[in-house]
Protein backbone atom coordinates (compact mmCIF):
# COMPACT_ATOMS: atom_id res chain seq x y z
CA UNK A 1 0.00 0.00 0.00
CA UNK A 2 1.79 3.31 -1.27
CA UNK A 3 0.86 5.90 1.17
CA UNK A 4 1.94 8.87 -1.12
CA UNK A 5 1.17 8.04 -4.48
CA UNK A 6 1.42 10.27 -7.80
CA UNK A 7 1.08 9.92 -11.48
CA UNK A 8 2.06 9.90 -13.60
CA UNK A 9 6.16 9.35 -13.13
CA UNK A 10 7.35 10.96 -16.32
CA UNK A 11 5.81 13.38 -18.16
CA UNK A 12 7.62 14.53 -21.63
CA UNK A 13 5.98 17.56 -23.78
CA UNK A 14 6.48 19.93 -25.33
CA UNK A 15 6.36 24.02 -24.83
CA UNK A 16 2.98 25.19 -24.79
CA UNK A 17 1.55 22.64 -23.56
CA UNK A 18 -0.99 21.77 -20.60
CA UNK A 19 -0.27 19.24 -17.95
CA UNK A 20 -1.32 17.79 -14.35
CA UNK A 21 0.01 15.40 -11.84
CA UNK A 22 -2.07 14.15 -9.63
CA UNK A 23 -1.38 12.87 -5.83
CA UNK A 24 -3.03 10.76 -3.47
CA UNK A 25 -2.24 9.84 -0.03
CA UNK A 26 -4.40 7.43 1.84
CA UNK A 27 -2.52 8.41 5.61
CA UNK A 28 -5.42 10.12 6.63
CA UNK A 29 -3.22 13.07 7.03
CA UNK A 30 -4.85 16.73 6.90
CA UNK A 31 -2.06 18.68 5.27
CA UNK A 32 -0.55 18.23 1.68
CA UNK A 33 2.09 20.14 -0.41
CA UNK A 34 3.82 20.46 -3.83
CA UNK A 35 7.20 20.58 -4.27
CA UNK A 36 9.65 21.35 -6.81
CA UNK A 37 13.35 19.74 -6.95
CA UNK A 38 15.58 21.42 -9.87
CA UNK A 39 18.64 19.73 -11.52
CA UNK A 40 20.77 20.52 -8.31
CA UNK A 41 18.45 18.82 -6.21
CA UNK A 42 17.70 21.85 -5.04
CA UNK A 43 14.01 21.06 -3.06
CA UNK A 44 11.17 24.51 -2.60
CA UNK A 45 7.81 24.40 -1.60
CA UNK A 46 5.44 25.72 -4.05
CA UNK A 47 1.62 24.71 -2.24
CA UNK A 48 0.34 23.48 0.85
CA UNK A 49 -3.55 23.21 1.26
CA UNK A 50 -4.84 21.88 4.61
CA UNK A 51 -8.62 20.30 4.07
CA UNK A 52 -8.78 21.30 0.90
CA UNK A 53 -7.88 25.23 2.06
CA UNK A 54 -5.02 26.39 0.36
CA UNK A 55 -2.55 27.83 3.33
CA UNK A 56 1.21 28.41 1.24
CA UNK A 57 1.86 30.06 -2.09
CA UNK A 58 5.09 30.71 -2.34
CA UNK A 59 5.17 33.13 -5.34
CA UNK A 60 4.36 30.50 -8.28
CA UNK A 61 3.27 31.72 -11.59
CA UNK A 62 -0.19 31.63 -11.86
CA UNK A 63 0.49 28.80 -14.80
CA UNK A 64 0.38 26.47 -11.64
CA UNK A 65 -2.76 26.24 -10.59
CA UNK A 66 -2.93 23.33 -7.59
CA UNK A 67 -6.84 21.63 -6.94
CA UNK A 68 -7.72 20.07 -4.01
CA UNK A 69 -10.94 18.10 -4.02
CA UNK A 70 -11.05 16.63 -0.64
CA UNK A 71 -8.13 16.61 1.84
CA UNK A 72 -6.82 13.13 0.20
CA UNK A 73 -5.90 14.32 -2.93
CA UNK A 74 -3.73 17.57 -4.10
CA UNK A 75 -3.23 17.37 -8.24
CA UNK A 76 -1.08 20.44 -10.05
CA UNK A 77 -2.04 21.84 -13.02
CA UNK A 78 0.56 23.60 -15.40
CA UNK A 79 -0.28 25.80 -17.88
CA UNK A 80 1.51 26.42 -21.17
CA UNK A 81 4.80 25.12 -20.03
CA UNK A 82 8.06 26.34 -20.83
CA UNK A 83 11.37 25.24 -21.02
CA UNK A 84 12.43 26.20 -16.88
CA UNK A 85 9.62 24.51 -15.68
CA UNK A 86 11.59 20.86 -16.25
CA UNK A 87 12.15 19.55 -12.80
CA UNK A 88 10.90 16.78 -10.50
CA UNK A 89 7.74 17.73 -9.06
CA UNK A 90 7.16 16.11 -5.55
CA UNK A 91 3.87 15.64 -3.45
CA UNK A 92 4.47 15.15 0.21
CA UNK A 93 1.71 14.78 3.26
CA UNK A 94 1.63 15.53 6.97
CA UNK A 95 -0.20 15.08 9.82
CA UNK A 96 -1.22 18.45 10.62
CA UNK A 97 -0.01 22.00 9.60
CA UNK A 98 2.97 23.15 10.79
CA UNK A 99 5.24 22.17 13.69
CA UNK A 100 3.74 23.10 16.43
CA UNK A 101 3.98 21.28 19.68
CA UNK A 102 3.15 17.72 19.71
CA UNK A 103 3.15 17.95 15.36
CA UNK A 104 6.29 16.13 14.25
CA UNK A 105 6.11 17.87 10.85
CA UNK A 106 6.96 14.65 9.45
CA UNK A 107 6.80 15.33 5.80
CA UNK A 108 5.41 11.34 3.52
CA UNK A 109 6.54 11.83 0.17
CA UNK A 110 5.67 10.65 -2.85
CA UNK A 111 8.14 9.05 -5.37
CA UNK A 112 8.09 12.59 -7.68
CA UNK A 113 6.97 13.32 -11.37
CA UNK A 114 9.52 13.91 -13.63
CA UNK A 115 8.81 16.48 -16.05
CA UNK A 116 10.75 17.16 -18.92
CA UNK A 117 9.15 20.46 -21.23
CA UNK A 118 10.72 20.11 -24.60
CA UNK B 1 17.78 31.93 0.04
CA UNK B 2 17.61 27.77 1.69
CA UNK B 3 16.96 28.54 5.37
CA UNK B 4 19.44 25.46 5.56
CA UNK B 5 22.93 25.05 4.03
CA UNK B 6 24.57 21.51 4.04
CA UNK B 7 28.35 20.87 4.09
CA UNK B 8 30.01 19.12 2.14
CA UNK B 9 27.88 19.04 -1.30
CA UNK B 10 29.38 15.72 -1.59
CA UNK B 11 31.49 12.79 0.31
CA UNK B 12 32.54 10.02 -1.07
CA UNK B 13 34.11 6.76 1.78
CA UNK B 14 34.59 3.49 2.14
CA UNK B 15 32.22 0.72 3.08
CA UNK B 16 32.67 0.54 7.12
CA UNK B 17 33.54 4.47 7.17
CA UNK B 18 32.14 6.91 9.25
CA UNK B 19 30.03 9.84 6.94
CA UNK B 20 29.23 12.92 8.64
CA UNK B 21 27.06 15.85 7.41
CA UNK B 22 26.45 19.26 8.42
CA UNK B 23 24.05 21.60 8.43
CA UNK B 24 23.39 25.25 9.08
CA UNK B 25 20.38 27.55 9.39
CA UNK B 26 19.79 30.92 9.66
CA UNK B 27 16.91 31.85 11.60
CA UNK B 28 15.76 30.26 15.55
CA UNK B 29 13.91 26.55 14.80
CA UNK B 30 11.53 24.70 16.66
CA UNK B 31 12.97 21.65 15.18
CA UNK B 32 15.53 20.33 12.83
CA UNK B 33 14.93 17.05 10.55
CA UNK B 34 17.09 15.27 8.16
CA UNK B 35 15.62 13.02 5.18
CA UNK B 36 17.08 10.75 2.88
CA UNK B 37 16.58 10.63 -0.80
CA UNK B 38 17.86 7.52 -2.55
CA UNK B 39 18.67 8.31 -6.57
CA UNK B 40 14.90 8.77 -8.31
CA UNK B 41 13.35 8.44 -5.34
CA UNK B 42 11.20 10.02 -2.17
CA UNK B 43 12.92 11.92 0.50
CA UNK B 44 12.17 9.63 3.38
CA UNK B 45 12.62 11.09 6.76
CA UNK B 46 15.07 9.93 9.03
CA UNK B 47 15.08 11.98 12.17
CA UNK B 48 13.94 14.92 14.01
CA UNK B 49 16.01 17.10 16.92
CA UNK B 50 13.82 19.09 18.48
CA UNK B 51 15.66 22.36 19.81
CA UNK B 52 15.60 21.73 23.15
CA UNK B 53 17.64 18.55 22.56
CA UNK B 54 21.23 18.38 22.01
CA UNK B 55 21.93 15.15 20.66
CA UNK B 56 19.60 12.41 19.38
CA UNK B 57 20.33 8.37 18.14
CA UNK B 58 18.73 6.36 15.84
CA UNK B 59 20.18 2.97 14.78
CA UNK B 60 23.50 3.75 13.47
CA UNK B 61 22.30 7.78 13.48
CA UNK B 62 23.22 10.39 15.42
CA UNK B 63 22.01 13.72 15.00
CA UNK B 64 23.61 16.76 17.16
CA UNK B 65 21.97 20.31 17.34
CA UNK B 66 23.58 23.32 18.59
CA UNK B 67 21.20 26.00 18.59
CA UNK B 68 23.65 28.86 19.56
CA UNK B 69 25.70 27.81 16.64
CA UNK B 70 22.73 27.40 14.51
CA UNK B 71 24.17 23.99 13.13
CA UNK B 72 23.29 20.74 12.92
CA UNK B 73 25.34 17.41 11.98
CA UNK B 74 24.17 14.25 10.86
CA UNK B 75 26.44 10.93 11.71
CA UNK B 76 25.86 7.46 10.16
CA UNK B 77 28.33 5.25 11.49
CA UNK B 78 30.01 2.12 9.92
CA UNK B 79 28.35 3.13 6.41
CA UNK B 80 27.71 0.66 3.95
CA UNK B 81 26.74 0.65 0.02
CA UNK B 82 22.79 1.21 0.63
CA UNK B 83 23.80 4.56 2.39
CA UNK B 84 24.72 6.05 -0.84
CA UNK B 85 21.81 8.88 -1.17
CA UNK B 86 21.62 12.30 -0.64
CA UNK B 87 20.86 14.11 2.91
CA UNK B 88 18.33 16.96 3.35
CA UNK B 89 18.56 18.95 6.70
CA UNK B 90 14.92 20.20 7.34
CA UNK B 91 14.08 23.33 9.65
CA UNK B 92 10.36 24.49 10.49
CA UNK B 93 9.15 28.15 8.48
CA UNK B 94 6.22 28.20 9.80
CA UNK B 95 3.73 26.70 8.31
CA UNK B 96 6.51 25.35 5.98
CA UNK B 97 9.22 22.63 5.84
CA UNK B 98 12.37 24.39 4.25
CA UNK B 99 15.16 21.67 2.95
CA UNK B 100 19.11 22.85 2.17
CA UNK B 101 20.65 21.66 -0.82
CA UNK B 102 21.51 18.35 0.54
CA UNK B 103 25.05 16.50 0.63
CA UNK B 104 25.51 13.86 -2.10
CA UNK B 105 26.93 10.29 0.02
CA UNK B 106 28.73 8.01 -2.25
CA UNK B 107 29.80 5.02 -0.13
CA UNK B 108 32.32 2.51 -2.13
CA UNK B 109 32.16 -1.07 -1.62
Known amino acids: DTAVSQTPKYLVTQMGNDKSIKCEQNLGHDTMYWYKQDSKKFLKIMFSYNNKELIINETVPNRFSPKSPDKAHLNLHINSLELGDSAVYFCASSQDLGWASGNTGELFFGEGSRLTVL | SQQGEEDPQALSIQEGENATMNCSYK?????LQWYRQNSGRGLVHLILIRSNEREKHSGRLRVTLDTSKKSSSLLITASRAADTASYFCATDGGFKTIFGAGTRLFVKA
Open chain 2, 27 to 31: TSINN
